[in-house]
């Protein structure tokens, strides 16, 4: 069975940054999704970043709140996907999820196969 296993995270002031990173336990396939999404106390779980990766190459699509802050890197030769975070907000707290499925992206967490155990991220002065 496909473990994702997450690291990183932690807590910041307003404007720091943070990174995360996430690697799959076994190869998902030729064509695949790693994705992050995040959930605050008392709201839906968000979609917030992903990549799509297809023959060893990788797009990346961002939500709208963190483009331009945030930014997706997947390293295919060990199976993991960054997320580089700057200039971070305290509305960017919330317990941050790995995903990944075989096949293409969706912004919707039902669409993903394998959860990470989640890292919270805390921005706070």
């Known amino acids: 069975q496909l473990q994702l296993v997450e690291s990183g995270g932690g807590s910041v002031q307003p404007g720091g940054s943070l990174r995360l990173s996430c690697a799959a336990s076994e190869y998902i396939g030729n064509s695949y999704c790693m994705a992050y999404?995040?959930?605050?106390?008392?709201?839906?779980r968000e979609w917030v970043a992903h990549g799509s990766t297809f023959n060893g190459s990788t797009d990346y699509a961002?939500?709208?709140?963190?483009k331009g802050r945030f930014t997706a890197s997947q390293d295919t030769a060990k199976r993991t996907l960054y997320l580089q975070m700057d200039s971070l907000n305290p509305e960017d707290s919330a317990m941050y999820y790995c995903?990944?499925?075989?096949?293409?992206?969706?912004?919707?967490?039902?669409?993903?196969?394998?959860w990470g155990q989640g890292r919270q991220v805390t921005v706070s002065a």
């Open positions: 961002y939500t709208t709140s963190v």
């Open positions: 995903a990944a499925v075989s096949g293409g992206c969706s912004p919707f967490a039902v669409h993903y196969s394998y």
């Open positions: 999404f995040r959930q605050a106390p008392g709201r839906e």
